[in-house]
DNA sequence: TAGATTGTTAATCGATTAACAATC
DNA sequence: TAGATTGTTAATCGATTAACAATC
């Protein structure tokens, strides 16, 4: 049995035995919070652009639309260096403890497969590298593509495992055909990679330790129109 | 004021006065439920390949990992004809009902601005039109790129306005660089259009009555090597 | 008829919002 | 010192899950 002794500092914060405070530095994040991280990142920007050396959790929480009770909460997750009452948050360390907790700063190194059209774009996509994602090369099976694009190489298909594999790639960017995604997904997990971004429509299946994460257009725009329905129709009934 | 008087039908669910009928049909749906109604699609789909007629709500909350309550719940928001006690749902009016819930069967037509890599990916990308979206042309401001792509015509900038409003398009993609989003956004919302589509980085003002639907990557791809990181870690920890 | 399964209502769980003691 | 603002705890709200009467 383990005994915990809490005591309380200052404010009445619980001060946590050391050896919990580890577990306690990786909370179960909900995706919610997730989503409303670059928010807070995008509004601090443009506070820093303007000048301004600290911002309050109400000033924050009014320009990304929020409440400022969740602000404060969810910036609680991310900060090292404490607010101050009556003066606010430092805005520049802010930025740099949002920066770290979605990763940005520490760049991580990725192949592509399937160089096609949305692969291409993609690997010319220069803005990856400000979110910290390096797209090393890219993989096809024709032909025709291989070469170079902005400045990436790019492959036949048959020298992906070992190049992920001898470069430790821990993350694919999947561009294919549909009826190819899951073949593709296949090789790369035996290459090592735990991390599969698929912008193809086809439900991949991985092994547990195996993340996937769909970028879904169908849902977006699916949400998208089904907003715009709504406002259509909530104008016709107000030109009634 | 208003009196409402509510029978019970069989089964105990309340009687609707028609009147407010046509509002309850409309209710406000999360964008939770939403996102949960491509993955009953998706394996209704698969139901169907193998022949299944009927499926029940614990057999396709099975499938798509979810618990079978909430199955009920999303589908009662989409059908049109009910399920049967002991029997369960018919595969193939639900994925009809589920697909005009979601829009794929009203076609609707949009314009894309900025023919770049992404743009170009996105014009040749025949998958929308399952979705129910059909881009009638692209418009760019450098004329290396006017002609056609996929059969679309790719225009001048200066022709999007008259050509959306004389064509009544309500949906804009929004593949622009970055510092040029806002200015094509203003100009699509002149013409009449009602959502964006925006795949840029670019934060969007935009009046009430227009949706804007961010295809926001950086967010993504934050949740995506965040759960990696959790993996790596997990695993670490479980080596020692 | 008996039992499986529906649609819906009630209970539980988690996330958001409000309130407040601590304090700069 | 007085008041603004922090970090956190308590109250509220909404979404998920479980339970159940209706019924094929």
Redesign the pocket.
Known sequence: MTTTTTTLN?????EVPAALETRAANPPV?L??FNRMPLYLRGLKALREEGELTV???ALAGRVA?????V??D??LV?VN????????RVDSLIEDLENFLGYNNTKDAVLVGVGRLGQALMGYRGFEKYGLNIIAGFDTNPEVYGAINGKKVLPLGKLESAARRLAIKIAVLTVPEEAAQGAADTVIRAGVRAIWNFTAAQIRAPENVVVKNEDMAVSLAVLSQQLKLILEREEREEK
Do not use: M
């Not at 929020?66 to 969740?70: D, G, I, K, R, T």
């Not at 404490?82 to 948050?89: A, L, S």
């Open positions: 200052r404010r009445g914060r619980a909900s919610a919070v309050s959790s109400v929020l409440n400022p009770s969740v404060k909460k910036l609680s900060i404490e607010g101050k009452p009556k003066v606010g948050y």
